[in-house]
């Protein structure tokens, strides 16, 4: 008797948490505006339901909560009018509510009292149904541009998920009324189990398609081992989608936990998920709210600016934060990404120097906020994200743009057990990396070396060359002259790994390395090949984060007086990053700006700059005005500007020589030794 | 090492390194599909090797399995309780047998200190 007590009091806290789910998002959009009267219905619906059953399992706290907000409810339905400010003790009923579920007490008899106050909201004339249109006109649909001018100014968080708006149709099974679904309860290790035999069934047919591999096949015998294949595929896919569920499992009540800390800290935020139907593993998911609340906290804490700052920045006063996710072949991309102040370009400079931004912000304490404030406590805690995604087999990047904002992305599996990685060899070794990752495959023949950094140029753009074996330290002979490479791409950032041989995709059972290696770092796990072999499956990251700074500081002209300070101008990403690396390469040192006004404060800022090498089209500010303004102010008059453009004309190089440029290089044909020579000439070394 | 650690004695076959682990830290084999560390046992202990090792003595403590490369098993016998005290923390002791003095493996803590968890430090 009491293990069936047991068995719908676990029922019960299942479809109590998956209602108080429901309702919160309602009541997030009753809050924001968005939803009127029209919603009450489902929330009163929800608050019957839980009150039901938790009077029927003696639960009489939950109950006569429940029993509260249903009376609030039943005002409203009453009425007609469902004011904005009704919302907040109403949430306050579901925080509380949920905690009851969980089991654990709350004392209550305030928010009781707080709940039978708020019904005064709704009699008509009284304070606070000033938001909902005419009382007693039945429901209020606020238009959106009523809404925008409601919330101006007020801090808090509008969901806009469109996701969630449209997770009817995208998801049925999770959006259906719990007692509609029909869930079989089983024991989360038994599908664990289940999906670690399919994984070692996977190895097995590996094998065996190795070993049968020299054997002449006759048709029969292929055609009985195609067909196997085939459901051993499907078996796979079976099995691993009852492992997975849709990341809307977790991100459901992430919209209140922004709204709670928008409100605390003061800020103005709308968030936004979008791929919330993106499954992902169980085991993963389960542990994934905490990571992502935290990212989400330093979103708000740390990265958007006050609305007065934003102001001041010329950003809308309402920030944006956003969750995205997809799959990306057999791992799931979470970003998280604010539009924010970002990191500053000091620590944008360390993290190139250093190899990765995550590696620097990772850095145990590290804060982007000048202060801490008690809410995001101590640093912001990448260092925990970052282990958190790693102990799971994932990659954590992050990018960044100072006052643009930040992104983290997160990388996870989406099965814990089964990747699809790419095979390559060096010194007798198999290394893998997931697939997603690996860009190209190219051969190496000639690098070029600039500094006594190796540099290729894959479509257009100068990469850094190394070798695998260099990368994670082993010992391995040297390689030939024409050695073939992966082209590494993880979150913007690219590189060029040499090896002896590219072995190609294959889908591996990974395991983690065994924790007898201690503390060693670089690797995703570890994988037994068809062949037998075993394959050390690496952490990206260690193939295209920044050779060491060593070698570097033997090339000379690191080694001489300071380097010139030179100040690219440009607003497309892509050319600003090409020309940094140029000008990196040969030895000088470089800050960036998106437009001429950005250049003109970089200039304000910094009086090392010895140079400039700007664009002409930019938004803004152009390149012909910041050269006049350069040459216009008496304290940098003489400062060399070198236009690069792609406006080519002699016209347009008229133009730019009476604007007060030193040099103008056309974009089309371009070419890195001119533009250094020229740039060697002008800040005369 | 006490026989109630030891699963099974294997050849030693090909073990493929782990880049940037402890040079005690041989790498990883692969028996029959699964992947089982391998542990130098000499250059753990810090005695010098006379011969490449040969077999693999594969060992378990506390759900914990590691191969042991060792040079030969000697002998599988009774021992009387360890009577010396040693200098090493990943012994238990130490038994005089037939005039040879034996040292007694302690396998949890050998598996603790490589973990990095143990009061001893793996020797360098």
Redesign the interface.
């Known amino acids: 008797m009491h293990d069936l007590d047991a068995d719908l009091t676990d029922i019960f806290r299942d479809e109590a948490a998956e209602r108080l789910d429901q309702m919160e998002t309602s009541l997030l959009a009753v809050e924001s505006g968005a939803a009127g009267a029209g919603s009450v219905d489902s929330l009163f619906r929800n608050a019957h339901t839980i009150k039901g059953a938790a009077g029927m399992l003696g639960l009489d706290d939950i109950r006569t909560l429940a029993h509260a907000v249903e009376d609030v409810l039943a005002g409203v339905r009453d009425t007609g009018v469902f004011p904005p400010e009704l919302a907040a003790p109403l949430l306050r009923a579901t925080t509380v509510l949920r905690a009851q579920v969980s089991g654990t007490e709350v004392p209550v008899d305030e928010l009781l009292r707080d709940l039978a106050a708020s019904m005064a909201m709704l009699s008509p004339g009284e304070a606070g149904a000033s938001d909902a249109g005419g009382p007693g006109d039945g429901p209020a649909p606020t238009s959106p541009d009523d809404r925008d001018a409601g919330d101006a100014g007020r801090p808090g968080v509008a969901p806009t998920s469109p996701d969630d708006r449209d997770a009817g149709e995208l998801d049925p099974e999770v959006h259906q009324p719990p007692a509609q679904r029909r869930p079989l309860r089983v024991p989360a290790e038994k599908i664990d189990r289940l999906l670690d035999v399919v994984g ?1 069934v996977i ?1 097995y047919r590996g094998r065996l398609v190795h070993s049968l591999g020299q054997a002449q096949l006759s048709h029969e015998v292929a055609d009985v081992l195609s067909s196997g294949e085939r459901m051993l595929d499907e078996l796979k896919d079976t099995a691993i989608g009852m492992r997975t569920l849709p990341l809307t499992v977790i991100t459901r009540r992430l919209p209140l936990a922004v709204r709670d800390l928008c409100v605390a800290a003061g800020k103005d935020v709308e968030f936004i998920i979008t791929g919330a139907a993106t499954a992902l593993d169980r085991v993963i998911l389960e542990s994934l709210y905490d990571p992502l609340a935290h990212l989400l906290r330093n979103a708000v804490i740390h990265g958007i600016e006050s609305p007065a700052e934003r102001a001041l920045a010329n950003k809308p006063s309402r920030g944006r934060l956003e969750i995205r996710a997809m799959p990306r072949g057999s791992l799931v991309e979470i970003v998280v990404a604010d539009d924010g102040r970002g990191v500053s370009p000091e620590v944008i400079e360390e993290a190139r120097r250093e190899g990765s931004l995550a590696d620097v912000l990772a850095r145990a304490g590290y804060s982007t906020a000048p202060e801490v404030t008690d809410l995001a406590g101590r640093g912001v805690g990448l260092d925990a994200v970052r282990s958190y995604v790693q102990s799971m087999g994932g990659i954590l990047e992050v990018r960044s743009e100072p006052g643009r904002g930040m992104e983290v992305i997160l990388l996870l599996p989406l099965a814990l057990a089964l990747l699809e990685a790419l095979l390559f060899e060096r010194g007798g ?2 290394y893998g990396v997931p697939l997603v990752v690996a860009e190209e495959v190219v051969m190496v023949s000639q690098t070029l070396t600039l500094e006594g950094r190796s540099v290729l140029e894959v479509r257009g753009r100068p990469l850094q060359v190394a070798d695998v ?1 260099e990368l ?3 010992q391995a002979p040297p390689l030939g002259d024409r050695s073939p490479a992966l082209v590494i791409g993880v979150a913007g950032r690219r590189a060029v790994a040499t090896c002896d041989a590219v072995l190609g995709p294959e889908e591996v059972v990974i ?1 983690p ?11 995703l796990g ?3 090949l068809s062949d ?3 394959a ?1 499956i690496l952490d990206p990251a260690v193939l295209t984060r920044a050779q060491r700074r060593g070698a570097a500081m033997t090339t000379p002209r690191k080694a001489g007086p300071v380097a010139p300070k030179i100040l690219v101008v440009e607003d497309s990403f892509t050319v600003r990053e090409l020309q940094r690396s140029i000008l990196e390469a040969a030895g000088y040192s470089v800050v960036t700006a998106r437009d001429g006004r950005d250049a003109l404060a970089a200039l304000d800022r910094d009086t090392e700059i010895a140079l400039v090498v700007t664009d002409l089209e930019m938004p803004e500010l152009d390149g012909l005005d910041l050269t006049r303004a350069i040459r216009a102010d008496g304290a940098r008059s003489s400062l060399p500007v070198v236009i690069v453009t792609s406006c080519g004309s002699e016209e347009d190089r008229r133009r730019g020589i009476e604007a007060g440029a030193d040099a103008y290089m056309a974009k089309q044909g371009f070419d890195q030794q001119a533009l250094l020579a020229t740039v060697e000439r002008l800040v005369g070394r | 090492m006490p026989v109630r650690h030891v699963l099974q004695v294997a050849h030693l076959g090909d073990v493929t390194a782990v880049p940037g682990s402890l040079p005690q830290m041989l790498g990883l084999h692969n028996l029959r599909g699964q992947i089982l560390p391998v542990v130098d046992l000499a250059l753990l202990l810090g005695i010098p090797a006379t011969t490449p090792p040969a077999r693999l003595l594969i060992a378990e403590a506390g759900g914990r399995q590691a191969g042991f490369a060792i040079g030969e098993v000697s002998e599988v016998g009774e021992l009387a309780d360890p009577t010396e005290e040693t200098e090493s923390d990943l012994l238990v002791g130490a038994t005089l047998a037939g005039g040879d003095l034996i040292g007694i493996i302690d396998v949890t803590m050998v598996f603790d200190s490589l973990e990095g968890r143990g009061s001893a430090r793996p020797r360098r």
Do not use: W
């Not at chain 1, 390395?513 to 690797?523: A, I, R």
């Open positions: 070692e190895q070794t198999v074996a994670v330290g082993a395991k390395l065994s924790p007898l290696f201690g503390d060693v770092e670089g690797y570890t994988a037994v037998g072999r075993i050390l």
